[in-house]
């Protein structure tokens, strides 16, 4: 599984604050998305750069900006400007090292998500970051490349007389942070067909290949168990100690995707423990073709004894010994050799060890 350098040490010795991304650049090219909406209508627009995203006035009461890769300090600096994030929140985007977190401020709560994508051949998780911001009336989300994980709520959105629309931002908040949980429940699903596959990897033939692919499901379970606990933390507190962000009604569903939060934990621990097993079937898989390969060299050699003992016998220099001067000693002896050999091949045969 690929391990991208996050170069972690360009931070080193630079002030709080300092606007250095840190990570990989998955977009060239960052794209600027608007939609704003209340009960009465929805708008949205594209922009191609942060000055114009910034400065777009607003349609209606509610803003969701989104931002695709958001890695220049130039264009960070511009929307920190119109939506006034602390540096710290700035800094916090850039560095796409962060562990799921959120951090409350007078005006907004700042909350840290990682969304997976599952590769199968080879296998190898992808990890991206999604930062939101959660205003009064505006939630800004950055991302580090484009994907669907959101799309659901943009549908939901663009239909009229959604309950979305009518709840305003803390219903949207919601509803993005549940789509992050559930997009799990689809990694959590192929790593099971994947686990699927290696077992019938293991019992038909088990390869080189095979425990390889047993190491990699195993490093990606950790890694989304490790990370997953974080996200658990924050769904806590979210739910405890985010009550001026959400109404009392939404707290249920918060409650709900912790919930789901938990089950997915839950299936990670089972996924561990089947990584495990896998680990112990394959190692005794091939202890147990190997001692059946060692049986079956092991009955030939021991069918082919008698006749080196032989063979031995008829070897040794001696002037006088039986069937030396008959004309047919030698067949004599083969024909003994052959008996012999059958006689244990079918003494074997009858014991099942053959």
């Not at 939404?250 to 938990?262: E, S, W």
Request: glycine share 6%; charged share 20%; aromatic share 10%.
């Amino acid at each position: 599984m690929s391990k991208p350098k996050k170069l972690r040490s360009r931070k080193a010795g630079l002030p709080p604050g300092s606007l250095v991304h840190i990570g990989e650049i998955k977009t060239t090219a960052p794209s600027f998305s608007v939609i704003d909406f209340d009960e009465q209508g929805l708008a949205q627009q594209t922009f191609p750069d942060a000055a114009s995203f910034s400065s777009h006035p607003r349609a209606h009461a509610t803003r969701w900006a989104n931002v695709y890769g958001a890695h220049d300090p130039a264009d960070l600096a511009t929307l920190s400007s119109t939506f006034g994030l602390h540096p710290l929140v700035q800094e916090d985007i850039l560095n796409t090292a962060q562990r799921q977190k959120i951090d409350a401020y007078d005006e907004y709560l700042y909350l840290v998500l990682h969304r997976y994508d599952l590769k199968l051949s080879p296998l190898e998780l992808t990890q991206d970051q999604i930062s939101l911001v959660i205003g009064r009336d505006f939630i800004l989300s950055f991302q580090e490349r484009q994907s669907q994980t959101f799309e659901p709520v943009r549908q939901r959105l663009r239909t009229e007389h959604t309950s979305l629309r009518k709840g305003g931002v803390d219903t949207l908040a919601y509803s993005l942070i549940d789509s992050v949980v559930d997009s799990y429940f689809g990694v959590i699903e192929q790593l099971n067909e994947y686990a699927e596959s290696l077992e019938n990897d293991i019992l038909r033939k088990p390869a080189p290949a095979t425990l390889e692919g047993i190491h990699q499901f195993k490093r990606c379970v950790s890694q989304l168990r490790r990370n997953l606990h974080p996200l658990r933390e924050l769904l806590g507190t979210l739910h405890r100690d985010a009550g001026d962000f959400f109404r009392d009604d939404l707290q249920l569903y918060l409650r709900d995707v912790y919930d789901h939060t938990v089950h997915i934990l839950e299936s990670l621990e089972d996924l561990r423990d089947l990584a495990t097993s896998l680990l112990d079937v394959y190692l005794s898989t091939v202890s147990h073709r190997v001692n059946l390969e060692v049986r079956a060299l092991t009955v030939v050699a021991t069918i082919f004894m008698p006749a080196t003992l032989i063979a031995g016998v008829f070897g040794m220099n001696f002037h006088e010994m039986p069937w030396l001067a008959n004309s047919d000693g030698f067949f004599y002896a083969l024909g003994l050799m052959g008996l012999i050999a059958t006689i244990m091949l079918a003494l074997f045969w009858r014991r099942k060890s053959v």
